[in-house]
């Protein structure tokens, strides 16, 4: 079927089945590999994304209740000044990150900055 979704400011026309995951839209329709997968049951928020600035679990969302819904993922971060900034700070400090641990900062970094 086909859909548009808007992400981190951009509308994307797709072709998907409507119950197929948004975050195997993200990562394998639209290359945005920044939001992950982890569990596959919506448990563990490595593949969280912001809807319309309300965090989800992009594994158990199915394209088809995006509607025109604005989705947020972790590559937005950087499109920011204050984004952009920690992004730097983070490579400058040669942060240590992992999916584990990693996802709860983002999460926390886009609800500051969205």
């Known amino acids: ?3 548009t ?8 026309s797709l072709d998907v089945d409507g119950d ?3 975050l195997w839209v993200l990562r394998d329709v639209l290359g945005m590999t ?3 997968f982890g569990c596959g049951r919506a448990l563990c928020g490595a593949c969280t994304v912001h809807i319309d600035g309300v965090a989800t679990r992009s594994c158990q969302t199915p ?7 604005e989705v947020t993922t972790i590559e ?4 920011t000044a204050a984004g952009a900034k ?3 700070a983070w490579l400058d400090h040669e942060v240590v990150r992992c999916w584990r ?3 709860p900062t983002q999460r926390g970094l886009l609800r500051v900055i969205v």
Not at 5 to 12: D, E, L, P
Not at 76 to 79: D, H, K, P, S
């Open 20 to 22: 197929t995951p948004l």
């Open 1 to 3: 079927m086909a859909f």
């Open 63 to 69: 394209i088809d209740s995006i509607g025109k819904s």
């Open 86 to 88: 920690i992004q730097k």
């Open 101 to 103: 641990c990693d996802k």
């Open 5 to 12: 979704i808007k992400v981190n400011g951009k509308t994307h």
């Open 76 to 79: 937005a971060v950087g499109a």
């Open 34 to 36: 920044g939001t992950k």
